[in-house]
């Protein structure tokens, strides 16, 4: 349903992870797009490579999460708890991370321009060091 949500068909919904507890899920390549996962628990879940595109992960646990590579372009990351994440190659261009809590996340080389850091920078940079901008 999700999928015909995307492509704009009648009668389709957008799917919703809000709440759940998917703790060490594989979603690997995962076509998350514009998926609502308000307030779940993604704790040390695979999502390399996971398509997150503008996905609402507000309040979402992602400690120790898989997110190499993952495109969070857009992504509503407010509140969310990164400690530990992996998120080496990440797309986080235009991501809202105010409010989210980056902890020890293993970050580098990550897209970030126009992302609203936690500090409530906005950056224009195309690829950097997320921890040179946030120390």
């Known amino acids: 349903m999700h999928q015909k949500f995307l492509a704009g068909e ?3 919904e957008r799917a919703s992870l809000s709440g759940e507890r998917l703790q060490n899920a594989s979603l690997a390549n995962a076509n998350l797009k514009e998926v609502h996962v308000r307030g779940a628990d993604l704790e040390r879940a695979n999502l390399q490579k ?6 609402d992960l507000r309040k979402v646990n992602l ?3 898989d997110l190499r590579g993952a495109n969070l372009s ?3 990351l407010w509140g969310a708890l990164l400690l ?4 080496d190659g990440a797309n986080l ?5 105010k409010g989210a809590d980056l902890g020890i996340a293993a970050i580098d080389q990550v897209f970030i321009e126009g992302a609203i850091m936690p500090d409530g920078k906005v950056f224009d940079s195309d690829l950097h060091n997320l ?5």
């Open 10 to 12: 009648e009668g389709s």
């Open 50 to 55: 996971a398509n997150l595109e503008g996905a």
């Open 63 to 65: 400690c120790g999460a």
């Open 74 to 76: 857009g992504a509503d």
């Open 84 to 87: 530990c994440a992996h998120l």
């Open 93 to 97: 261009t235009g991501a809202r991370l």
């Open 131 to 135: 921890w040179e901008l946030i120390e």
